[in-house]
């Protein structure tokens, strides 16, 4: 393997060449966690046939390299997994689409992208991919006897969901559609899908807490790759590293993978198994619904939602907490946490409250641990990535940091 500069480069030089967010500088956990919450994490460990030989490249010329990358056509299968702890959402994720479920029975559609995409965040999944252009993407999640596409083709979105026969239309701005400078595909703003995605997602929020050096060379889907590694200087963050591995002719991210710093499989590792940068056919961009298929527009399904006082609050892009004004950030980089007041200041009841009966206590207590400090006294609720400090009276510590670091963020802030 030729030897590569592993020369440390810094936030101002990922910041430069990728565009850091205001919001993202300080909040590294919430951006790297919006990969995984909304997530995706991806295969262990894609086939490799060994460390091909490369020249010699900087982190930052690797950087450079992924930003200036202007491929726009390819095609490929990626593997997705992602392991937070937590249990599958699959079957819940229609519970969080406006109508509140999904089914033909139901106000929303079983083929809403936002509610289905939301399954990548927990286990393992294979997708399709497809692009040609910023007009032209097409994603499918492929299951044991079902498939579901989306499909964007000239400002128009359909999403088909073969197991339940239901069909979701809409113009790609209702559909709240984004993607990365046009590359590779489009999809509900805040649910990044692809290791491009993912990986700027991380570089945008690289800081001067952040260490990115070159870590040597795989090969992913048959191509050479160079490895970008991103570890955070602080100790404290439940991230350990994240991994890059970037096509060597073309820049293009083919494999992203978090590290959590507890050890163990990654919780977010995501990857193509195979990629080909030719052009799709044009037929993977036309779609005509199914005879006897349930349609929904999505027009239909925001009236609907506004009526029932439904109306959709699923998040939008991390870049609009620059916005946010009820986020207090404490610290900075990777430990950063952000503190929240719950409306009314009501914590979770504690042993003794009135009207809690003791079973009830027993249930909430078993699903976290509680914790005291000059705050006062809380319980954190703990994943393999993100945790949470919810006080007893009424607030909430949040971030990709161990318990120790969120009660001592809780602390500071008092």
Do not use: C
């Amino acid at each position: 393997m030729a030897p590569n500069d592993s020369a440390e480069t810094t936030g101002g030089t990922t910041a430069t060449v990728v565009g850091r967010r205001k919001a993202a500088r300080y909040i590294v956990p919430v951006a790297v966690a919006g990969v995984a919450a909304a997530t995706i994490g991806l295969v262990p460990a894609l086939a490799d046939s060994g460390d091909p030989e490369l020249p010699k490249i900087t982190a930052q010329k690797l950087i450079e390299k992924i930003a200036a990358s202007d491929q726009e056509q390819l095609s490929g299968t990626l593997k997705v997994t992602a392991d937070l702890g937590l249990p599958s959402v699959g079957g819940l994720a229609g519970s969080f689409a406006p109508g509140g479920g999904a089914g033909k029975g139901g106000d929303a559609s079983a083929a809403d992208p936002q509610a289905k995409l939301m399954e990548l965040t927990s286990g393992t999944h294979t997708l399709r991919l497809a692009a040609d252009g910023p007009e032209k993407q097409r994603l499918s999640i492929l299951g044991e006897a079902a498939e579901y596409s989306l499909i964007h083709n000239a400002g128009e979105v359909w999403a088909y969901d073969s197991k339940s026969d239901e069909v979701y239309h809409a113009e790609a701005d209702e559909a709240g559609a984004t993607g990365t400078e046009g590359k590779e595909h489009k999809a509900p703003k805040g649910v990044p899908t692809t290791p491009r995605e993912l990986a700027e997602e991380a570089l945008a929020a690289a800081g001067d807490t952040t260490s990115v050096t070159v870590d040597g060379t795989a090969q992913v889907a048959g191509r050479d790759a160079y490895k970008l590694l991103i570890k955070p200087k602080q100790s404290g963050s439940t991230i350990g590293s994240v991994t890059i591995a970037v096509d060597a002719e073309n820049g293009v991210p083919l494999k992203f993978t978090l590290a959590p710093s507890s050890g163990g499989k990654a919780v977010i590792d995501a990857g193509f198994t195979k990629v080909d940068f030719g052009k799709p056919d044009a037929s993977s961009f036309t779609f005509t619904p199914p005879k006897g298929a349930k349609v929904t527009e999505a027009e239909d399904l925001k009236a609907e939602a506004e009526k029932n006082g439904k109306a959709d609050k699923a998040p939008e892009e991390l870049g609009a907490l620059e916005g946010f004004q009820g986020l207090n950030v404490i610290g900075e980089g990777w430990t950063s946490v952000a503190e929240i007041e719950v409306p009314g200041g009501a914590g979770l009841p504690t042993k003794g409250t009135d009207g809690v009966p003791a079973e009830a206590q027993q249930f909430l207590d078993a699903l976290g641990d509680r914790v005291t400090g000059s705050f006062g006294s809380g319980t954190v609720f703990k994943t393999r990535l993100v945790n949470a400090l919810m006080t007893d009276d009424g607030k909430v510590y949040v971030g990709a940091v161990t318990k120790d670091a969120l009660v001592r963020a809780a602390d500071t802030a008092k």
